[in-house]
């Protein structure tokens, strides 16, 4: 079978080879990120086989919509733009049906194609020489030589390398520098210097087109990244928005059913919903039962009972049973639209690392510029009949030298080592800024499903009641369940296997939603459900049973059975503690975070289960808002906050704290909202990437420092400090060397990462 992940066919999206969207054309089946990519594809799927996913534009209401940047604040754009204080792409404010950087990624990946294809070829021509032993670096000779890598570096430069320049434009016009301010100057002052040597041969100068290559080739490299991630962010807005079906059937005052677009749904309408359909709006049930999955809204696994006068939420699904529904609230007014607000405003407030080299840009450039500079009016002035050659040498070779390619690497050469061994320990790094809060985080909040236990409920223990054997109770409970869609029933069926039970189905089935189910196994007549179904039975006896066995076991679901009208046992089922999280609960709090449990499941068993982990701070019960409510809350009190959480409940409160934290089981949902993503689920893991986050921001700082060290000392060698004592100006040749030291060393530091040790609390 092919493990290898593929694309969406639509928008071009990364597919994992398991995806649960699939759909067949012509033989071949192809895997969609989204239902809006599958619906699309259905309709029309030789136009996008075709490759036409430039029809793929944004939703047209982006042309108009407020967009904002996520870095800085008051900038705010009619349209799609670009920030003219850090250069970053706007994002609208708002949740759209369209990807808002689908064309520009498209775009920007073009141009890396474009640059790559150029550059390669450059940087034979420049170094070719030295592979093959001639007297020169170069490969040709001049003006061949010149000529050929003119023609390779300009297109590279002025064409792909474009909105490069028209950003670090943008910068000086706002009097903001930032890192697209140092590329261009990077960039020019190397493609200038060789025109110039170029051009005037008797000014000694070297060539670096293939520098002004290379480092456009990166920086576009570096955007296609950047891009790529903040599509993978919006995708899981898109898949939110997804859980609410397309469509709703309506029913008229005559009972006759039609189907309306949802935007047309109404407040007051009444809705059917049949068995396996997502509810479409928000609203009270008019009649019927059914069981309804709302793992989406609580993270509880087990699907609850609905009959007259209960609450439904757009998103959950009917696992069995119909409903009519009255609508009370639609559109931008259900839960659901609540939760993608909740999650688009949580992730637009998160700020770049980035951040942190721009501010030092900023002063940083103007600085280079005024060395520059004065050097090249200083040597003019006072260096007589040369001092215009050796001002204009000297002026290049601070140009040159403060190229800054050793300060854009500081950061992010820290962070792929670091990303790449977090993922080598079982966590996956959404982006820099999570890596980097993870280290000051003090606070963890802890969903209790499918975090702190397994997600799957499990028979934990079964209690018999003379005469009836434990076989006996379990055999006869499994034969009715062999016939309910309760979703217990599965964990019942498979505790009888584990006994090497075979239980015979049941004649005469009937269920009662939410309450029990009845059989003949047999002969004998087998209830089996809550006490109260066994009580309006006339079995006697449940209620004092599910005192006893309460007490033991708060965080359990209690099944009754009784044969022939006495009762003969009851049957636990929980869902089980991870194996690790005793461990984990000891390795966090060992490394100072203060651990709280936050679950929208019932307060007895949340309860439970923090008691059992010794963990004092807990809070059952918890709505999506709510949770997302306490990560502000801390916050606000100056709290560092994590929050970890495996289900679509969770996504607000992921996406609100300095660091989301998601399970490798959980949904997609929860990891796409989620900066951080542990793949086996085990907390044990965070441990070691808060220790990782430590030495990588330890690892950044010295990045940092070598790099504005390498500056502080070549600049003034560079400007002609020295030619007092050797009588030589530092030529562009040599500070291109040292250029290319700065930048080794940074990486070579970087690269320590790799072997940093992982055990053991903070310091």
Known sequence: MNSAPTLDPVCGMTVAPDAPLRHEHKGVTYLFCAESCLRRFRAEPERFLAGERAAMAPDEALASAVHICPMCDGVRSIGPANCPKCGMALEPQGV???????????????????????????????????????????????????????????????????????????????????????????????????????????????????????????????????????????????????????????????GNERELPLAQVREGFVLRVKPGARVPVDGVVLDGEANVDEAMLTGEPLAQPKRQGDTLTAGTVLVSGSLRLLAERVGGATTLSRIVELVARAQRSRAPVQAQVDKVAAWFTPAVLVVALGAAVAWTLLGGEDGLAHGLVAAISVLVIACPCALGLATPMSIVVATARAAHEGVLFRDAAALQALAKVDVLLVDKTGTLTEGRPRVVDVHAREPFTVHEIVEAAAAVERASEHPLAAAILAHAEALGLRPVAAERFESSAGRGARGLVQGREVLVGNAAHLSERGVRGSEDMAARVAAEHADGSLVFVALDGRLGG??????????????????????????????????????????????????????????????????????????????????????????????????????????????????????????????????????????????????????????????????????????????????GNALRLRRVALNGPAR
């Open 96 to 254: 759209f049906a369209g990807d808002p950087f689908e064309h520009e990624h498209r775009l920007m990946r073009q141009r890396l194609v474009f640059a790559a294809a150029l550059s390669a070829p450059l940087a034979i021509v420049a170094m070719g020489g030295m592979l093959v032993g001639g007297e020169h670096h170069a490969l040709l000779d001049e003006p061949l030589n010149g000529a050929l890598q003119a023609a390779l570096a300009t297109p590279v430069v002025f064409g792909a390398g474009w909105p490069i320049l028209q950003r670090a434009a943008a910068s000086l016009r706002a009097r903001s520098a930032n890192m697209f301010t140092l590329l261009a100057l990077g960039i020019g002052a190397a493609w200038c210097a060789s025109v110039a040597a170029l051009l005037a041969p008797e000014l000694g100068l070297e060539l670096y087109f293939e520098s002004a290559a290379l480092v456009t080739t990166l920086a576009l490299l570096g955007q296609v990244l950047e891009l790529s991630a903040r599509r993978k962010t919006g995708a899981a807005l898109r898949e939110l928005l997804d859980l609410a079906p397309p469509t709703a059937l309506v029913l008229d005052p005559l």
């Open 570 to 747: 009851v049957l636990v089922l929980a869902d089980p503690l991870r194996a690790s999280a005793r461990a984990a609960r000891a390795e966090l709090a060992a490394d100072g975070l203060e651990l709280q449990v936050l679950s929208g499941d019932r307060t007895p068993a949340v309860a439970a289960v923090a008691h059992a982990l010794g963990i004092e701070r807990f809070e059952g019960d918890a709505t999506p808002e709510r949770k997302a409510q306490v990560v502000a809350e801390l916050r606000a009190r100056g709290r560092r906050v994590a929050m970890a959480g495996d289900g679509v409940n969770d996504a607000p409160a992921l996406a609100l704290a300095d660091v989301g934290i998601a399970m490798g089981g959980g949904t997609d949902i929860a990891k796409h909202a989620a900066a951080v993503t542990l793949v086996k689920g085990d907390l044990r893991a965070l441990a070691r990437a808060r220790a990782l986050s430590r030495a990588t921001l330890a690892n950044i700082r010295q990045n940092l420092w070598l790099a504005f060290g390498y500056n502080a000392l070549c600049l003034p060698i560079a400007a002609g400090a020295l030619y007092p004592l050797t009588g030589a100006l530092l030529s562009p040749t040599l500070a291109a060397a040292a250029m290319t030291f700065s930048s080794v060393s940074v990486i």
